[in-house]
């Protein structure tokens, strides 16, 4: 299928209108957790003339690989535990970065490039983009672009909304900036369970092409995320599955 194809399983708000070729979208939106609205609106609005960007929640493979991404930083709370777990552990990750963040951190950010862990926008300051003007949707992909290329060299491929929600300007932008929408199909609950309960739920769960998400910034419960992460990536590989970037997953 061509990279620039619309993948069944994305979703927009009922109400978007397409006519004459080009959509118009109201503000409204579809919450990635939100499956039942997400299957109607990919099958009632799932026209390549919408957007003609990947939306992603796992890889079509039938080969045994998770690619584990983490949300929302660099923080110096968390990253950098994290990065220590996964040099020692000799996996590579995806991290989805706020550009404000990128801009405070600096060293931090160039440790995950340092790790060869992949980089993807998450936006410039985790703004929660269905309810946001085009213009300012287009600016906090920009900036962290800008960001992330000054820093590394590299211009990053991947975008995920902050907090899953997917509006018809976001998809109009990514489209625009020739981004594929990356979401997830499984995700660590830290509030939910302790890391035992989080290895189990993964574990119970995992299936070839899974996107894991993780978070290495936020309130204390992700620090139950963090002590999982150890003995989730020997379960993980106890079963066969080999950890890879969100861009390898999807080549695969």
């Given at each position: 299928?061509?990279?620039?194809?619309?993948?069944?399983g994305a979703?927009?708000?009922?109400?978007?209108?397409?006519?004459?070729?080009?959509?118009?979208?109201p503000r409204?939106?579809?919450?990635?957790d939100?499956i039942?609205?997400r299957?109607?609106?990919?099958?009632?609005?799932?026209?390549?003339?919408?957007?003609?960007?990947?939306?992603?929640?796992?890889?079509?493979?039938?080969?045994?690989?998770?690619?584990?991404?983490?949300?929302?930083?660099?923080?110096?709370?968390?990253?950098?535990?994290?990065?220590?777990?996964?040099?020692?552990?000799?996996?590579?990750?995806?991290?989805?970065?706020?550009?404000?963040?990128?801009?405070?951190?600096?060293?931090?950010?160039?440790r995950?490039?340092?790790?060869?862990?992949?980089?993807?926008?998450?936006?410039?300051?985790?703004?929660?983009l269905?309810?946001?003007?085009?213009?300012?949707?287009?600016?906090?992909?920009?900036r962290?672009?800008?960001?992330?290329e000054?820093?590394?060299?590299?211009?990053p491929?991947?975008?995920r909304?902050?907090?899953?929600?997917i509006s018809?300007?976001?998809?109009?932008?990514?489209?625009?900036?020739?981004?594929d929408?990356?979401?997830?199909?499984?995700?660590?609950?830290?509030a939910?369970f302790?890391?035992?309960g989080?290895?189990?739920h993964?574990?119970?769960?995992l299936?070839?092409?899974?996107?894991?998400l993780a978070?290495?910034?936020?309130d204390a419960?992700r620090?139950?995320g963090l002590?999982?992460l150890?003995?989730?990536?020997?379960?993980?590989?106890?079963r066969?599955?080999?950890?890879?970037?969100?861009?390898?997953?999807?080549?695969?």
């Amino acid at each position: 299928m061509d990279r620039r194809s619309f993948l069944k399983g994305a979703g927009i708000s009922a109400g978007a209108v397409v006519a004459g070729g080009a959509a118009t979208v109201p503000r409204q939106w579809v919450s990635h957790d939100d499956i039942d609205n997400r299957t109607y609106a990919n099958e009632r609005f799932g026209d390549p003339r919408l957007t003609e960007t990947r939306v992603i929640w796992k890889a079509p493979t039938t080969e045994k690989l998770i690619a584990l991404t983490f949300d929302d930083g660099p923080m110096p709370k968390y990253t950098p535990q994290i990065l220590d777990i996964l040099a020692a552990k000799k996996v590579r990750a995806t991290f989805m970065v706020v550009g404000e963040r990128v801009e405070a951190n600096p060293d931090l950010f160039r440790r995950e490039m340092a790790g060869k862990h992949e980089i993807g926008n998450h936006t410039w300051t985790h703004q929660n983009l269905p309810f946001a003007e085009r213009g300012v949707v287009e600016r906090e992909m920009r900036r962290t672009d800008e960001i992330v290329e000054r820093l590394s060299g590299t211009r990053p491929t991947l975008f995920r909304p902050p907090r899953g929600c997917i509006s018809g300007d976001c998809l109009t932008v990514a489209s625009r900036l020739e981004y594929d929408v990356l979401m997830w199909s499984l995700r660590l609950h830290e509030a939910a369970f302790d890391a035992a309960g989080n290895v189990a739920h993964v574990t119970d769960n995992l299936v070839p092409g899974t996107v894991l998400l993780a978070h290495d910034y936020g309130d204390a419960s992700r620090a139950v995320g963090l002590r999982a992460l150890p003995d989730l990536i020997d379960a993980v590989r106890d079963r066969g599955y080999e950890f890879v970037t969100a861009s390898e997953l999807l080549q695969a």
